[in-house]
Nanobody
Framework: VQLQASGGGLVQAGGSLRLSCAASGLTFSTYVMSWFRQAPGKEREFVATSDWRGTTAYADFVKGRFAISRDNAKNTVYLQMNSLKPEDTAVYYC????????????WGQGTQVTVSS
């Protein structure tokens, strides 16, 4: 199984980025796909999640700014990030877990997002 995250970069505050995570080696539609992030010196934190039907949930600090979506035909999950703030600077990770389970089975390698003020 491989989760390949991409789309990170350097952006000014107020800008947008779209992250992608391409999955292979698993039955994508049976997995809950999520994004997490980890800023320097901080613990990894949950950002957003989407189940196979497209039902989503978000951390309070990204509600109204970020949107998670998935394309089950392409085995890919996306994170559209708008109105970015310097505090959104972090390494963003995608993760997959089987529906109905608590623990994440697979993690991507992470993609760096840096928001300048």
């Amino acid at each position: 199984v491989q989760l390949q995250a991409s789309g990170g970069g350097l952006v000014q505050a107020g800008g947008s980025l779209r992250l992608s995570c391409a999955a292979s080696g698993l039955t994508f539609s049976t997995y809950v796909m999520s994004w997490f992030r980890q800023a320097p010196g901080k613990e990894r934190e949950f950002v957003a999640t989407s189940d196979w039907r497209g039902t989503t949930a978000y951390a309070d600090f990204v509600k109204g700014r970020f949107a998670i979506s998935r394309d089950n035909a392409k085995n890919t999950v996306y994170l559209q990030m708008n109105s970015l703030k310097p505090e959104d600077t972090a390494v963003y990770y995608c993760a997959a877990k089987l529906s109905g389970t608590a623990s994440y089975n697979y993690w991507g390698q992470g993609t760096q997002v840096t928001v300048s003020s």
